[in-house]
T-cell receptor, first 113, second 114 residues
């Protein structure tokens, strides 16, 4: 079975500050890991994914994430937050034997002036 | 190119009515997924098709939920005798077919059962 835990349902940062959204996964086989962003009344858009190549993954809009097997983590970071980053962020896992995505409960990012 | 489209975008149903939700995947995408997203929650898997074959329906919450993809393209999620607990956003996603492939999501259908 596979699962994802996102610590912190709400995160607030100032514009220009570091963004850190936490994700820990559980999987009995090598995982594929994804970060999606969801803006109000829209579907999910892929930010980045890890598929067993480089452990540091760079995505769109300046986001990146590092796969750490020893910590079973895949935290999302961005050096400098922008107002347009305010949204809901979901971490998800799939495996080679189960294509379906298992999502975390999400983290709402608020960016303040 | 066109992304995943879903219709209707919003649906209000009276308890006990049947509803049908449509998903048009990206052309050429082999895999199609349905997810249910309750308010304030992450999406939860409902069912998965590879072409016209429904390979996994383990997430369907009851036998009132039925999905089909008869020609391996458009898919319909049907909910019979809707209940208030069925109120949610229903998301469709498609992908090229392997587990590591990106799933592209549609905008969702927001279902409200009164």
């Amino acid at each position: 079975a596979q699962s994802v835990t996102q610590l912190g349902s709400h995160v607030s940062v100032s514009e220009g500050a570091l963004v850190l959204l936490r994700c820990n996964y559980s999987s009995s086989v090598p995982p594929y890991l994804f970060w999606y962003v969801q803006y109000p009344n829209q579907g999910l858009q892929l930010l980045l994914k890890y598929t067993s190549a480089a452990t540091l993954v760079k995505g769109i809009n300046g986001f990146e994430a590092e796969f750490k097997k020893s910590e079973t983590s895949f935290h999302l970071t961005k050096p400098s937050a922008h107002m347009s980053d305010a949204a809901e962020y979901f971490c998800a896992v799939s495996t080679g034997t189960a294509s379906k995505l298992t999502f975390g409960t999400g983290t709402r990012l608020q960016v303040t002036l | 190119g066109a992304g995943v489209s879903q219709s209707p975008r919003y649906k209000v149903a009276k308890r006990g009515q049947d509803v049908a939700l449509r998903c048009d995947p990206i052309s050429g995408h082999v895999s199609l997924f349905w997810y249910q997203q309750a308010l304030g929650q992450g999406p939860e898997f409902l069912t998965y098709f590879q072409n016209e074959a429904q390979l996994d329906k383990s997430g369907l919450p009851s036998d009132r939920f039925f999905a089909e993809r008869p020609e391996g393209s458009v898919s319909t999620l049907k909910i019979q005798r809707t209940q208030q607990e069925d109120s949610a956003v229903y998301l469709c996603a498609s992908s090229l077919g392997h587990a590591e492939e990106t799933q592209y999501f549609g905008p969702g259908t927001r279902l409200l059962v009164l």
